[in-house]
């Protein structure tokens, strides 16, 4: 029987009463200067101080623990690093064995992280289908259960525990949330924070990055579309097809999508280090590029809520976004 939007919220309040004490309940962060720039009231979930690094913390946890629970000795995750990071220390910390395919490509600071988390490492490829078929091998020969970035139910309700702490903060500060935004990769996040806001008159945004945008087409068509993902920043929104449970949930709840190129995203992840003082992935100042793109209220001051989703980001792409750019550069010779 197919279950109501409503029931399935139910199942991330579930998840935020039992994840409470196991997860940090991360600081919601403002900045003068990016209410300025959005034309609104920006209020910014800091999931890049999350355990792991990242909100995946939330659902790998949900969803392993309820393994455990269940009896399951190991268990297998696939993603381009944040996800398979969580699922590791998330089976640490339920003594549980986990193995977690990765790109070939993969940034070595989630590389790192994962093995430092006692997980076994297997690559496999660039492309997410190269990965699921190496997992669900590795599933077949071991009888442990994979547990899918996005397309599993646990996870979601996890990811959207994120988003009902954000709506819940910014009500007792009296701010209550017009919009909520959320990068999009699988679509987990976003679906969960569409659960999180069902009930509500909070209108759910996602955001994809140009040439990554399979959420966006599959709206547009009224089935799932997907692409080859285009080179970016972003490394953590680029599967090629969203997610089937997440798109099943957003279809009809979700209120658009954002797409933003890699400057937009450098110039947020800029912003996020210089005005609020912390490191955030691209991957999660991609959100907040998408804020910067909504037109504002004429009428009104919107509080506009984003999900920084992670912060595990390799150094030196952080010296790279971080280097006076060429035009920079001219103009302040020109000044002098």
Known sequence: MTRTVGQVRADVEEASRWLAGRVVRTPVLRSP???????????????????GGSYKMRGALRAVGRLAMAGHT????????????????????????????????????????????????????????????????????SGHPVVDAYDHPDVIAGQGTASLELIEDAERAGTPLDVLVVPVGGGGGVAGACLAAAGSDIEVYGVEPVGCDSLARSLAAGVRVPVTPAPTIADGLRPSCVGE??????????????????????????????????????????????????????????????????????????????????ADLAEEGAAA
């Not at 064995?97 to 070939?104: D, E, G, I, N, Q």
């Not at 490509?105 to 490829?125: C, H, M």
Request: proline fraction near 4%; glycine fraction near 8%.
């Open 74 to 141: 190991g268990v297998i995750a696939q993603s381009t690093g944040n996800h398979a990071v969580a699922v590791a220390l998330a089976a640490r910390q339920h003594g549980l064995a986990a193995t977690v395919v990765l790109p070939v490509d993969a940034a070595s600071t989630k590389v790192d992280r994962a093995r430092a988390a006692g997980a076994r490492v297997v690559f496999a490829g660039t492309g997410v289908e190269e990965r699921v078929a190496v997992a669900n091998g590795l599933s077949d020969e």
């Open 245 to 326: 449970l997440p798109f099943a949930i957003v279809r009809n709840t979700l209120r658009g999508v954002v797409r933003v190129d890699d400057d937009e995203i450098a110039a947020a992840f800029r912003l996020i280090l210089t005005e609020l003082k912390v490191l955030a992935e691209p991957s999660g100042a991609a959100g907040l590029a998408g804020a910067l793109r909504l037109p504002p209220d004429r009428d009104r001051q919107r509080t506009v809520g984003v999900v920084l989703t992670g912060g595990n980001v390799e150094e030196s792409l952080v010296a790279r976004l971080m280097a006076p750019r060429s």
């Open 33 to 51: 200067v990016i209410d300025e720039l959005a034309g609104a009231r920006v209020l910014l979930k800091a999931e890049n101080l999350q355990n």
